[in-house]
């Protein structure tokens, strides 16, 4: 018995040895270099010069760091709501469709397949303030729209409307775990006298609050992570016509320094702040809603 448990974990790890290879080579040690170079004064060109802490003392009083990360942190705090409203609203839609729900599905999930980098191109396009699209929507009901990328003000909020863009992949988790509901729950509060609305609060909600807890917290990650997009539409090409400042993620201004400016070890301070900061708005974000988290057939 011992002999045969033994040959199959060495089948197990042999099948998934390439895996752990990958993972060693192209994660683990990047990881570990980067702690290292976060402690010296690396441009790429020269050899890594040892300097301690001097990185982390001169990121605290770097005036950009501040900045890209309180666009970070709004930026996140308008989207991950947003985009989680937006595709429960469009899974609960789906869910109650009769006719080709599949069709839909793969509608609504498409958009998601797009490069990040059109998606950029595709903001400007949409919301230029002169002769954009979403302005001129506006005009028809005598709106004047706003100058969505030039205005510090509003930046980030169409930058937030541009990551609707992509929401069919959480469309689609959300509505497979909508499938999961078990009908006899609606049909017990309809016997109740229960209308839509308190069906929705009282049991698709906590039903399936694993699965929103989930996007929260993966939301939240690829939030404070955000580059391609803004970096497309307000930095690529050496664009200096838009409002820079107002989209200076956290990522954008680590790739700055890296590979505009070759700081690759004040960069790698930078990513590992950033990396510190995630898993503490993680840890916070599971201590605080797990709570509020239903699993069936257990606590919440």
Known sequence: MRSMRFIETRAALLFISPWIIGFLIFTAWPVINSAYLSLT????????SFIGFDNYVTLFEDPKVGLALRNTFLFTVMSVPTQLVVSLG???????????????????????????????????MLFNGQNGLINSFLGVFGIDGPAWTTDPAWVKPGLVLMSLWTVGSSVVI???SLRGV???LYDSALVDGAGWWKRTLRITVPMISPTLFFLFIVDSINALQSFTEAYTAFFGAGNTTYSNDAALFYAIYLFQQAFEFLHMGYASALAWLLFIVIMAITAVQILVTRRFVHYEGGNS
């Open 41 to 48: 004064d690396y441009d790429v060109i020269n050899d890594p």
């Open 90 to 124: 469009l899974a609960l839609l789906l869910n109650s469709a009769t006719r080709a729900t599949g069709f839909f599905r793969t509608a609504f999930f498409l958009p998601k397949m797009t490069p990040p980098v059109a998606i950029g191109i595709l903001l400007l």
């Open 174 to 176: 959300i509505l497979a």
């Open 182 to 184: 078990p009908q006899e």
